[in-house]
Structures are given as structure tokens and as C-alpha cells.
């Protein structure tokens, strides 16, 4: 099955700082690749997704970009506040299955 | 619209005893997924559910059962809880099979096995 690997488990940026997460994953046939932003106590909510045939999208200051033939996404977060702070989740799905497999999450703190 | 409706929002059980966690969603998604949330280890997959009548396992379905008799509910059932299924419990829905649509979470359960 699809394997989702997260890096780092751990980031913390200076506010107005620029923050970056990366993921890789194992299934090349992978079509559809959402981030979740986590607040402490809450549920996971989507922030951005991108699918396989879009290399790049952005939001206002986020952004994810994909490379299918290296199987790796990321995402960029711009002028970081500290209220992006959270536990940021990648996620993969594969276009032979239904399930999004996650990574282990990152520990984003944004200090002022 | 509520979403996705979890209950309880907490629960402490003792080993061996059997419980089922609540799960309702009122958009009509055709599917529904259970996941548990560990420290270090990100979202496991429990079991889903592509539409009423139909389940299958996902990466820990070991010590649970889930049946979907409705598109609205999925409950999530553990027949002899261990101390190894204390974490918290997401249920998670989406329309199907639209392969780019977002999953919406529930407000999760967090359950304690003494």
C-alpha cells in the first residue's frame, strides 16, 4: 500500500519567516495529495490540495507544489503568524483506491 | 448542515469491556472512514466504507467492527477493549467516487482504556 513519509516532525520559525514541509510517497500511481492543518484539541481541516496533473497551486500565502517523477510534494507557507501554528498533515490517495494515507504530521510553532 | 457528528467526546472504559463510538454525517457522502490518531504516528486508517452495506479494512482494522446500514451512519464498535486502543478516534466522510474531494472530519472521540 501507499507509505507516506513526513519531514520534519518539528519546525519552529520566527513570525514573517517562510515555512516549508515536505512528503514523499511510495505509489506512483498517487493522483491526489491534501494538507490538513490540525489546531490542539480540534479536528484535522483541509487547507490546500493539489492533484497530479498540477505541478504548483497557491493560496494567499500558501502554496504546494508537486514532482511525480521524484514522488514529493510540499508545503510552503509564507509570512508565517503565530497563529499558524498547528500540526500540519500530508496525505496521499491512490486513483486505485479510496483511502487518504497520511504522514505523521509536523509541529509547526511560529514564535513572535 | 451539522457535518460530521461524533459521540461521545470522551470515554474511559475499562479492559475487556465493549463500546460503540457514534458517527452520523447529514451530506449525504457516499463514503465514510474511521481513523485513530496516535502520538508520532499521524492518521491510521481503521476501516471504510464506500457506501450503505458496504465495509472494508484499512491499515489497523484489528479489534474493531463497523457495519454501515445507512449512508447517514457508521458506527465503530470494540467488542473487548485493550489498553492499546486508548487514542483518539476521527471519523472522517467525502462524496465518492470524485477522486479530488476533501474528506471532512468529525470533532473526534477520545477514549481511555484502563
Known amino acids: 500500500g501507499e507509505n507516506v513519509e513526513q519531514h520534519p516532525s518539528t519546525l519552529s520559525v520566527q513570525e514573517g519567516d517562510s515555512a516549508v514541509i515536505k512528503c514523499t510517497y511510495s505509489d506512483s500511481a498517487s493522483n491526489y495529495f491534501p494538507w490538513y492543518k490540525q489546531e490542539l484539541g480540534k479536528r484535522p481541516q483541509l487547507i490546500i490540495d493539489i492533484r497530479s496533473n498540477v505541478g504548483e497551486k497557491k493560496d494567499q500565502r500558501i502554496a504546494v507544489t508537486l514532482n511525480k517523477t521524484a514522488k514529493h510534494f510540499s508545503l510552503h507557507i509564507t509570512e508565517t503568524q503565530p497563529e499558524d501554528s498547528a500540526v500540519y498533515f500530508c496525505?496521499?490517495?491512490?486513483?486505485?483506491?479510496?483511502?487518504?494515507?497520511f504522514g505523521k504530521g509536523t509541529s509547526l510553532l511560529v514564535t513572535p | 448542515n451539522a457535518g460530521v457528528t461524533q459521540t461521545p467526546k470522551f470515554q474511559v472504559l475499562k479492559t475487556g469491556q465493549s463500546m460503540t463510538l457514534q458517527c452520523a454525517q447529514d451530506m449525504n457522502h457516499e463514503y465514510m472512514s474511521w481513523y485513530r490518531q496516535d502520538p508520532g504516528m499521524g492518521l491510521r486508517l481503521i476501516h471504510y466504507?464506500?457506501?450503505?452495506?458496504?465495509?472494508d479494512q484499512g491499515e489497523v482494522p484489528n479489534g474493531y467492527n463497523v457495519s454501515r446500514s445507512t449512508t447517514e451512519d457508521f458506527p465503530l464498535r470494540l467488542l473487548s477493549a485493550a489498553p492499546s486502543q486508548t487514542s483518539v478516534y476521527f471519523c472522517a466522510s467525502q462524496t465518492y467516487p470524485r477522486p479530488n474531494s476533501p474528506l471532512h472530519f468529525g470533532n473526534g472521540t477520545r477514549l481511555t482504556v484502563t
Open positions: 466504507s464506500v457506501g450503505a452495506g458496504i465495509t
Open positions: 496525505a496521499a490517495r491512490s486513483n486505485s483506491g479510496y483511502a487518504l494515507n
